[in-house]
C-alpha cells in the first residue's frame, strides 16, 4: 500500500531566529509568514522492509547523509507517536529545481507530518487518537522535525506564536511571490545551526522584544492595508536578521555582494515610483519579493531590472 501527502513553503516576514529548547524547536519570539504554494513537496510512503529514504522520480531532489538521517529521525518519531508498527520507504521530492538553493525544510517536514498522518489513519493501533488529531496538533507534530514547517500547514498565512501555529487573515489573501535566485551553491551554515550562533550576538539582547514590537506593527499595516509601511518594517526585520548572523561569534552570513546589489535596486525602485514589493532574505542569498496582484506591471519591470543579477523565478507559474 502507498499513502502521499503535499505540503507547500513558506516565507517569513516576522523571523523565527533564536530557539528556548533546540531538542523541539520552541522559538524565542512569534513569527508570521505568507505561504507559498508553488513551491511544494511531495511525500510518499511504502511498506518495506526497512525505514529508508529514497528520491522521488518525478519531483527530484539532492539530500546530504545528514538530512536523510534528520528526515527519517521525523519520521520514527511520528511513528511512535501515531502508534505505528512497521518499516516504510520514505520518498520525497519537490517541484522546483533542487540547485536552486530553495530547498526548504518547512514544505518537507510539513508534507512529511501530513504523509504519515494518512498513512496512520490505516495503520495505526489507535484510530480514535489519529481521528482527534487537528491541523494544529500536527503543525505542533511537525514542528519538532523543523520549527518553520509548522507554519505550512496553515494558508495563505501564518502567525506561530509559543502555543503554536495558527492560520491568520488579511486583506491581503494573494500575493505573488517571485525569488531572485543568486547562488546555487549550498550554505555553509544551516539554519539550526544559525538559530544557536545568534544569541552569541551582543544584538540578541532586545532581539526578541525588537521581534515582537515588528509583528504587532506588522500585523496592523496590513489590517490597514498600509503597504508601504508594511515594507519598511519587513525590511528592517530582515536586515535585523542578518545584523545578527553577521555579528554573531562566529559571525557568519548569506548575503553576497549581488544579494546587497539586488537589496538596492529594489530599495531604489521603490524611492521612484512611491511603491514595490515587500522584500525579504531567509538564511540564504536568494532575494524574496512579494507583490499585491495589481502591481503585475511593477513586477514585470523589477523582473527585468533584476535579471542583471540573477535568476527570477516566478513561483506560481511552477
Ligand atoms: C531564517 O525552521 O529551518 O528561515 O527549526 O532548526 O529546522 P529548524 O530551523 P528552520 O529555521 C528557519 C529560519 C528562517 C526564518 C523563518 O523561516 O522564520
Same mark, same amino acid.
Given at each position: 500500500?502507498?499513502?502521499?501527502?503535499?505540503?507547500?513553503?513558506?516565507?517569513?516576514?516576522?523571523?523565527?531566529?533564536?530557539?528556548?529548547?533546540?531538542?523541539?524547536?520552541?522559538?524565542?519570539?512569534?513569527?508570521?509568514?505568507?505561504?507559498?504554494?508553488?513551491?511544494?513537496?511531495?511525500?510518499?510512503?511504502?511498506?518495506?522492509?526497512?525505514?529508508?529514504?529514497?528520491?522521488?522520480?518525478?519531483?527530484?531532489?539532492?539530500?546530504?547523509?545528514?538530512?536523510?538521517?534528520?528526515?527519517?529521525?521525523?519520521?520514527?518519531?511520528?511513528?511512535?507517536?501515531?502508534?505505528?508498527?512497521?518499516?516504510?520507504?520514505?520518498?520525497?521530492?519537490?517541484?522546483?529545481?533542487?540547485?536552486?538553493?530553495?530547498?526548504?525544510?518547512?514544505?518537507?517536514?510539513?508534507?512529511?507530518?501530513?504523509?504519515?498522518?494518512?498513512?496512520?489513519?490505516?495503520?495505526?493501533?489507535?484510530?480514535?487518537?489519529?481521528?482527534?488529531?487537528?491541523?494544529?496538533?500536527?503543525?505542533?507534530?511537525?514542528?519538532?522535525?523543523?520549527?518553520?514547517?509548522?507554519?505550512?500547514?496553515?494558508?495563505?498565512?501564518?502567525?506561530?506564536?509559543?502555543?503554536?501555529?495558527?492560520?491568520? $487573515?488579511?486583506?491581503?489573501?494573494?500575493?505573488?511571490?517571485?525569488?531572485?535566485?543568486?547562488?546555487?551553491? $549550498?550554505?555553509?551554515?544551516?539554519?539550526?545551526?544559525?538559530? $544557536?550562533?545568534?544569541?552569541?550576538?551582543?544584538?540578541?539582547?532586545?532581539?526578541?522584544?525588537?521581534?515582537?514590537?515588528?509583528?504587532?506593527?506588522?500585523?496592523?499595516?496590513?489590517?490597514?492595508?498600509?503597504?508601504?509601511?508594511?515594507?519598511?518594517?519587513?525590511?528592517?526585520?530582515?536586515?535585523?536578521?542578518?545584523?545578527?548572523?553577521?555579528?554573531?561569534?562566529?559571525?557568519?552570513?548569506?548575503?553576497?555582494?549581488?544579494?546587497?546589489?539586488?537589496?538596492?535596486?529594489?530599495?531604489?525602485?521603490?524611492?521612484?515610483?512611491?511603491?514595490?514589493?515587500?522584500?525579504?532574505?531567509?538564511?540564504?542569498?536568494?532575494?524574496?519579493?512579494?507583490?499585491?496582484?495589481?502591481?503585475?506591471?511593477?513586477?514585470?519591470?523589477?523582473?527585468?531590472?533584476?535579471?542583471?543579477?540573477?535568476?527570477?523565478?516566478?513561483?506560481?507559474?511552477?
Amino acid at each position: 500500500m502507498k499513502w502521499s501527502a503535499e505540503a507547500p513553503s513558506n516565507i517569513a516576514l516576522i523571523k523565527y531566529m533564536g530557539k528556548t529548547d533546540a531538542s523541539s524547536n520552541v522559538p524565542s519570539n512569534a513569527s508570521l509568514s505568507y505561504t507559498l504554494g508553488g513551491l511544494r513537496t511531495r511525500v510518499e510512503l511504502e511498506s518495506s522492509a526497512q525505514d529508508q529514504w529514497q528520491e522521488l522520480s518525478e519531483w527530484p531532489v539532492k539530500l546530504s547523509e545528514k538530512s536523510k538521517e534528520r528526515f527519517l529521525k521525523h519520521f520514527q518519531f511520528l511513528k511512535k507517536t501515531f502508534e505505528v508498527d512497521g518499516s516504510f520507504t520514505v520518498r520525497s521530492g519537490n517541484n522546483f529545481p533542487s540547485d536552486c538553493g530553495l530547498a526548504s525544510s518547512a514544505s518537507s517536514f510539513a508534507a512529511l507530518t501530513l504523509a504519515v498522518f494518512e498513512m496512520a489513519k490505516d495503520q495505526s493501533s489507535n484510530k480514535a487518537m489519529i481521528e482527534s488529531l487537528s491541523l494544529e496538533d500536527l503543525s505542533a507534530l511537525s514542528r519538532q522535525g523543523s520549527g518553520s514547517s509548522c507554519r505550512s500547514l496553515f494558508s495563505p498565512w501564518a502567525l506561530w506564536k509559543s502555543e503554536g501555529a495558527e492560520s491568520i $487573515k488579511f486583506p491581503y489573501d494573494l500575493l505573488l511571490h517571485d525569488v531572485l535566485i543568486l547562488e546555487e551553491e $549550498k550554505k555553509a551554515v544551516s539554519s539550526s545551526e544559525a538559530h $544557536k550562533r545568534v544569541t552569541s550576538s551582543a544584538l540578541f539582547v532586545g532581539r526578541v522584544e525588537r521581534a515582537e514590537t515588528r509583528l504587532k506593527d506588522l500585523a496592523a499595516a496590513l489590517n490597514l492595508k498600509q503597504w508601504a509601511n508594511a515594507f519598511e518594517i519587513t525590511w528592517a526585520e530582515m536586515w535585523d536578521m542578518h545584523a545578527l548572523f553577521e555579528t554573531s561569534n562566529p559571525s557568519f552570513g548569506y548575503m553576497t555582494g549581488a544579494s546587497v546589489d539586488a537589496l538596492h535596486a529594489v530599495k531604489d525602485f521603490w524611492q521612484e515610483q512611491g511603491d514595490g514589493p515587500l522584500v525579504t532574505m531567509d538564511a540564504g542569498p536568494n532575494v524574496h519579493l512579494l507583490f499585491r496582484p495589481d502591481q503585475k506591471a511593477f513586477r514585470d519591470e523589477l523582473g527585468k531590472r533584476l535579471a542583471n543579477y540573477g535568476r527570477v523565478l516566478r513561483t506560481d507559474s511552477l
